[in-house]
């Protein structure tokens, strides 16, 4: 049974990530909702907050997973990651202008880029090769457990208090701070991966160490980032189909549900009969999302979007990841996680700035009828690679 063969780090990693994303989701099932109702912000504004925050994080990985490979030490800037996500939690909740949630929200998401390579790296240093995708897999569904109780417990307490966002901030902080203590006691490096000092991972003769498919996987990620916008367009959605505010989060259950179920099945999947068919599934699935979210009349066609949207990063997340680093050496493991992420973080600030733009001068309709065109264009770019990346994705 492969989940017994998947090494305690990983679920140690896992839980920590799980209770990360109750944190971080309880704030950020209701910031859009927050912005626009309380602190009166328009739909590109968010947009703009929402790309150069999840954009920001994932440019500061190629920074993190660099250091990760030259001091051959992964926990130490993870654990600076999530200690930096815990402690600006509280800063949501004193904020009074669109200006403050933006650094806060700046700040959490700096932190999110600062753990999130060197712990996709750490997986890969303690995993055997052919459960890789099974251990990103598990690894991304107790994130998503996460995703999925943040919401709900959002919900829960926006409808006991009558709607007291302050009140759902503070209380975000509690499993965040849990998290970091979850690492600081349950994750151990291998000793093997942590003797001596790396030259710099991030010169050009280093560089050239990483595989071909590596380079283009990465415009096929980035290219499938464009028409990933924030996931705050999803809410607002929902509200513009007929939810009410306080139940919006009820579309980041649904959506995070479906990721939950099919993120470990993809990966187990994957490593037996290969990784292609997969992805192209999932891109399929992110086409079909936007469609319906671009015809949604009602709340159950917006709930059948974020179903979809799951359905996508499930099939596509952990396939991503465990290609990264089957096409990285081991000692690159860190610098590979960050320039993919560098690349996707570019096309993230820029795709959800275009869907502010799309929603604000066109409507929803064309927000998501944009992110189809981008979906398609991956979609192709992939046909077009398919079989130059036969060897790694099968």
Do not use: C
């Amino acid at each position: 049974m492969t989940l017994s063969r998947i090494p305690r780090t990983v679920w140690a990693l896992g839980l920590v990530s799980l209770f990360m994303d109750v944190s971080s989701e309880m704030v950020h099932s209701l910031l859009p909702l927050f912005l626009v109702t309380v602190l009166a912000t328009s739909a590109t504004r968010v947009g703009l907050i929402e790309g150069m925050a999840e954009g920001t994080a994932l440019i500061v990985k190629i920074f993190s997973g660099a250091l990760s490979d030259r001091f051959r030490n992964r926990k130490v800037p993870a654990l600076i990651g999530y200690g930096l996500g815990a402690a600006t939690k509280p800063l949501f909740a004193l904020a009074s202008t669109a200006n403050l949630v933006f650094g806060a929200r700046l700040l959490d998401r700096v932190g999110k880029g600062i753990r999130g390579a060197p712990r996709d790296a750490l997986i890969a240093d303690v995993t055997a090769p052919e459960i890789l995708g099974a251990a990103y897999g598990l690894r991304q569904s107790l994130d998503t457990v996460g995703a999925l109780l943040g919401p709900v417990l959002a919900w829960v307490l926006m409808r006991a208090t009558g709607g007291d966002y302050r009140l759902v901030f503070w209380v975000a902080a509690i499993p965040g701070f849990l998290a970091v203590a979850i690492l600081a006691g349950g994750v151990r490096e291998p000793e093997h991966a942590r003797t001596g000092k790396a030259s710099n991972p991030i010169k050009a003769s280093e560089l050239k160490r990483l595989d071909p498919g590596f380079w283009l996987v990465t415009g096929l990620g980035s290219l499938l980032a464009l028409a990933r916008f924030s996931e705050a367009f999803l809410l607002l959605r929902g509200e513009s189909a007929g939810m009410a505010a306080a139940d919006a989060p009820i579309l980041m259950m649904v959506m995070n549900v479906v990721y939950f179920l099919t993120a470990y099945p993809a990966g187990y999947l994957s490593d037996r009969i290969g990784r292609r068919g997969l992805l192209a599934a999932g891109i399929l699935a992110l086409i079909a999302s936007d469609l319906v979210l671009a015809k949604a009349g009602g709340v159950w066609m917006a709930g059948a979007g974020a179903a979809l949207w799951g359905l996508q990063m499930g099939l596509t997340q952990g396939i991503f990841s465990a290609f990264v680093a089957e096409a990285a050496p081991a000692s690159l493991r860190g610098t590979a996680f960050g320039l993919f992420n560098l690349a996707g973080g570019i096309a993230t600030i820029g795709a959800s700035v275009i869907a502010g733009l799309a929603w604000d001068r066109i409507g929803p309709q064309a927000t998501f009828m944009t992110g189809a065109g981008f979906a398609l264009a991956a979609l192709l770019g992939f046909g077009l690679s398919s079989n130059r990346l036969h060897n790694r994705l099968r």
